[in-house]
């Protein structure tokens, strides 16, 4: 269970950037999650009601983006989902080794007020 520290590095992002902005609120927060991350959002959401309580960005709306796994086929140049951990291209079989997206875990917005 990773989601308490995760969770804590992203408030502290969102706290940062709430001060420099002089915000009386935050009232959203964009979330970019990565399949592959292993995360899981509602935890995030449980452990966020904790970290933020008592301040500026205490009961914000979190918005999860997912992303899925994609990988890119070598030979091919196919761009394709990995589920069940299966690297093979649909298109020609080979196994791709490049993971191109899915372990994104980051703040892309906030909205404050
Ligand atoms: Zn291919």
Redesign the pocket.
Known sequence: MHELGVTESIAGIVLRHARMNGAKRVLKVNIKLGELTGIVDHYVAFYWDMVTKDTVAEGAELNFIKVPTMAR?A????DFHIQEYDLT?P????I?SDIVSGREFLVESIEIE
Do not use: I
């Open positions: 086929c030979r091919c140049e196919e291209c298109r020609c079989g080979e791709a």
